[in-house]
Each structure stands twice: as C-alpha cells, then as structure tokens.
C-alpha cells in the first residue's frame, strides 16, 4: 500500500512561471517530509524539507507547503528555470517505522525556454 | 571522492552468476541504506544498517545479502537472481536514523538480470 502519492506523472511550465508539484500521504506519523530532484543517471539529490509541526519552508526559489489535515505538500519552484527539468521525488518519514523514508513514484517537470 | 560513490555504474548477470554492489560515503555518515528502484514504481528500502548494525530488513529475498564492514562501506551480494531484479539500486547515506532525515544517494547501480 503506497503511502506516498505523486499524482501527476509530468508537467510541463514555461520558463519564469511559477511550477507547481503535489504530494498526499496517508499516514498520520510520518513526521518529516522532503522532496528530492533526480537527474538521469544521476542518484536523488536533496532539495528541501519541512517537518511536521511547520506549515512553510522556503529556500530561495524553492518553497514547500504543508497542510497537514489535508495530508498534502506542495513545492513551489518560481521562477521556473530550464535547469529544474528534473525528476522530483515527495519523500516522508514515519518514526514508528524505523525511519525508513517513503517515496512517491516522482514527477518529471519539463521548464521550456 | 566526495559524496556517495556507487561500484559498479552497470552491471549485466545471469541468472546463475555472483556479483556484489559496493557504495562507499565520504560524508562521515552513520547510517547506510539500500533501495531499489523499477520502472514505474517508487523507490523501496531494502535494508537499512546505522553503526554497522542492520535495522531493518524490508522482507528482501534472500538472493540479496547486505554486508556493512563499517560506517563508511556497504555491500550487496546478489546470487541466483531472477530478470524481476533488474533495477536501478540506489545507496544512500545520512547522519544517523533520528538526528535528520535527509539521506544523501549515489548515482546508483543500473543492473540488469538475463
């Protein structure tokens, strides 16, 4: 049972608007969440993250939002920037299992010039 | 090297073969993990080691043997594989298990099961 949901398999913005990905979750423990970027042949690398107790994290163009009675994250890339074509993974941890994180199955974002 | 290196970046075996996954961090982590990632499917933890000890256990099959040495080395062996192995494996480091969640990845493995 996936616990981590990534809706949307691909989206598509135009460079210097603002990008968009979602996350829900179902269980209630996980208490931290993060979100990675993963070029082709490349391992995820670590974007950003937030904890439960906190509704908003920015880290310059990278913003992600939690809410949490609705069991979905938000990342906010703006502006977009043909570099952020990438491969994003939601990723959220759970204490009471050994703090293994669970990962969405990603969204490739295409920013075209 | 920096970071999370992974050896070999591509590997091709038969079902018959005997072949091992090294991931080394130079990050001074405490804990290692293993998972692995087929197409279309999300990334699974396999197995989870914090000061050499192994923790969890992700109900692998026993055609894949984790060994950790140390802090800074972890190994796959894989014997008798099925063609359902094949998969991206990705290694990942990260301080320890509760102090912060980020983990850190290698390129991965790319491998390949005849």
């Known amino acids: 049972d996936q616990q981590v949901k990534q809706n949307s398999p691909s989206l598509s913005v135009q460079e210097g608007r603002i990008s968009i990905l979602n996350c829900d979750y179902t269980n209630s423990m996980f208490d931290y969440f993060l979100w990675y970027k993963k070029y082709p042949a490349e391992g995820p690398t670590f974007l950003i993250s937030?904890?439960?107790?906190?509704d908003k994290n920015e880290d310059g163009r990278f913003t992600v939002f939690l809410n949490k009675s609705a069991k979905h994250l938000s990342l906010h890339i703006v502006p977009s920037q043909p570099g952020d074509s990438a491969v994003y993974f939601c990723?959220?941890?759970?204490?009471?299992?050994?703090?293994?994180?669970?990962f969405g199955k990603g969204t490739s974002l295409l920013v075209t010039p | 090297e920096t970071g999370v290196t992974q050896t070999p970046r591509h590997l091709v075996m038969g079902m018959t073969n005997k072949k091992s996954l090294k991931c080394e961090q130079h990050l001074g982590h405490n804990a290692m993990y293993w998972y692995k990632q087929s197409a279309k499917k999300p990334l699974e933890l396999m197995f989870v080691y914090n000061f050499k000890e192994q923790t969890e256990n992700n109900s692998v099959p026993s055609r894949f043997s984790p060994e950790c040495p140390n802090s800074s080395h972890l190994f796959l062996h894989l014997h008798t594989l099925q063609p359902e192995d094949s998969a991206l494996y990705l290694c990942a480091s990260s301080q320890d298990l509760a102090g912060g969640a980020e983990q850190f990845f290698g390129p991965g493995t790319r491998l390949t099961v005849l």
């Open positions: 937030i904890s439960s107790i906190k």
């Open positions: 990723a959220a941890r759970s204490t009471n299992s050994g703090y293994a994180l669970n």
